[in-house]
C-alpha cells in the first residue's frame, strides 16, 4: 500500500479486475486518462475517487476513503453486491453493453438457428448413417422468448427480428418493444413460456431471479423447446433442466453460465447429450470498449453531469 504525496491534487482511481490480463487494463485507462493517477490494486493509497473493478476483495473497501462511484467491470452486479464492505450510499455503475450486446447477439442467433434447423436431429442422423430429410418447421412455430427486455435484452430481439420467428419479451416492468410481443411481472410469465419455442435469459441474478428456471417454470415451455442460458448460472435449477430433457419435455439447451465456474469435472452438464456447454464466453468484457465507457461516465460525474447505468442496490440490478 502506498499513501499519495502531499500536494498532489490527480484524480485518484484504483483499479481491480480479476484477470490475467489487469496490466493492460491499467495501460487502457492511463492512456485514456493521463490526468488521473490510476493504481493497480493492491497498491492503493487511503482516499481515492473512483473505484474501478470486477469481484473486488473485501479489503479492497476496507482501506479506502471517499470514493464517488464505484464502476464495476461487467453489465452483471450481483457479484459486486455481495462484497461485504461495499461502502452504502456511493453509486454502483454497471457496464451498459461496451461491445457485448454484438457478441450476445452472435450467440443466441447461433443457438436459435441451431435449434430451428434441428442441427443436432441432423448431427444424430449422420452418426447412423440415415438419410432422412424431416418437415420444414413453420416459424409462426417456433416463437422465442427472451427472458429480460434490458438493453442486452433488447438487442437480441432487434437482431433476431429480421429471421422471422415470433418473438416474446418478459420483463419486471411493462415494455414497448417493436416487434416483440412484451410481458411483464410474474403473473404474465407462465402464458409467455407457453410460447417460448427457445427461451433466452438474459436476466440478472437477482433475489427474485434466482432459481427461476426450475421445474415448474421449465414445464411451462413447449413440448420440444431449447433453452439458452446466457445470463447468470444461479437462474437455472440444474437437476430440473436435466430432469426435463431426459424426460423429453425439452429438446436441447445451450448453457454459457454455471452455479460454480468453472464448471466442476463431474457435473452431469458436461456429457449431456442434449447440453452444449461453453465456458463463460458468450459475451467478453472487451478492454478497449469498457475503458471509453468507463472514462466518459467518470468525466461526466467529474462535470457534475448525471450518468447512465446507475445499479438499485435493492432491486438488486
Ligand atoms: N454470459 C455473459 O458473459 C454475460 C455478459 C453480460 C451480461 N450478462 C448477464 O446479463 C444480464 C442482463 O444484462 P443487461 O445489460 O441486459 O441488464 P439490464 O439492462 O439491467 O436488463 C435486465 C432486464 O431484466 C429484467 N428483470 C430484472 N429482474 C426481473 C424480474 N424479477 N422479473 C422480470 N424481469 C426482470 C429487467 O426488467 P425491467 O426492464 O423492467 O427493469 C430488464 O429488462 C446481466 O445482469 C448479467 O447477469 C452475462
Redesign the pocket.
Known amino acids: 500500500m502506498r499513501n499519495t504525496p502531499p500536494g498532489d491534487t490527480r484524480m485518484r482511481i484504483v483499479l481491480h479486475t480479476a484477470s490475467a490480463d489487469a496490466r493492460e487494463w491499467h495501460a487502457a485507462f492511463n492512456r485514456a486518462l493521463p490526468e488521473a493517477d490510476i493504481k493497480l490494486w493492491p497498491e492503493v493509497g487511503t482516499h481515492v475517487d473512483y473505484v474501478v473493478a470486477w469481484k473486488p476483495p473485501a479489503e479492497l473497501f476496507t482501506c479506502l476513503s471517499g470514493p464517488k462511484a464505484i464502476f464495476n467491470l461487467?453489465?452483471?452486479?450481483?457479484a459486486m453486491l455481495r462484497v461485504p464492505n461495499l461502502p452504502a450510499g456511493v453509486p454502483v455503475v454497471?457496464?451498459?453493453?461496451a461491445g457485448?450486446a454484438q457478441q450476445?447477439i452472435e450467440y443466441v442467433t447461433l443457438a436459435a438457428l441451431a435449434g430451428y434447423r434441428e442441427c443436432a436431429t441432423y448431427a444424430e442422423q449422420q452418426r447412423e448413417g440415415r438419410w432422412q430429410p424431416r418437415p420444414r418447421l413453420a416459424k409462426s412455430s417456433f416463437g422465442i422468448g427472451v427472458?429480460?427486455?434490458?438493453?442486452?435484452?433488447?438487442a437480441i430481439c432487434a437482431a433476431l427480428a429480421p429471421w422471422g420467428f415470433p418473438l416474446a419479451?418478459?420483463?419486471?416492468?411493462?415494455?414497448t418493444v417493436e416487434g416483440v410481443r412484451s410481458y411483464?411481472?410474474?403473473s404474465a410469465l407462465p402464458v409467455f413460456l407457453a410460447q417460448s419455442r427457445l427461451l433466452v435469459c438474459?436476466?440478472?441474478?437477482?433475489a427474485?431471479?434466482r432459481d427461476?428456471l426450475d421445474r415448474t417454470h421449465l414445464s411451462q415451455l413447449p413440448h420440444g423447446a431449447y433453452l439458452v442460458n446466457?445470463?447468470?448460472g444461479d437462474v437455472l435449477v440444474d437437476a430440473d433442466l436435466i430432469e426435463l430433457l431426459d424426460t423429453g419435455h425439452l429438446a436441447g439447451a445451450t448453457l454459457?453460465?454455471f452455479r460454480e465456474e468453472p464448471l466442476p469435472p463431474d457435473h452431469p452438464f458436461w456429457h449431456h447429450p442434449k447440453i452444449t456447454v461453453t465456458p463463460?464466453?458468450?459475451?467478453?468484457?472487451l478492454i478497449e470498449d469498457s475503458v471509453a465507457q468507463v472514462v466518459a461516465k467518470i468525466r461526466r460525474l467529474e462535470q457534475g453531469l448525471a450518468v447512465t447505468g446507475i445499479v438499485d442496490r435493492d432491486?438488486?440490478?
Open positions: 461487467g453489465a452483471g452486479v450481483d454497471r457496464l451498459e453493453d457485448m450476445m427472458l429480460g427486455l434490458g438493453v442486452l435484452g433488447q419479451g418478459w420483463s419486471r416492468t411493462p415494455k411483464a411481472g410474474s438474459v436476466l440478472p441474478s437477482t427474485d431471479t427461476l446466457i445470463a447468470r454459457d453460465v463463460h464466453i458468450s459475451a467478453m468484457t432491486r438488486g440490478y
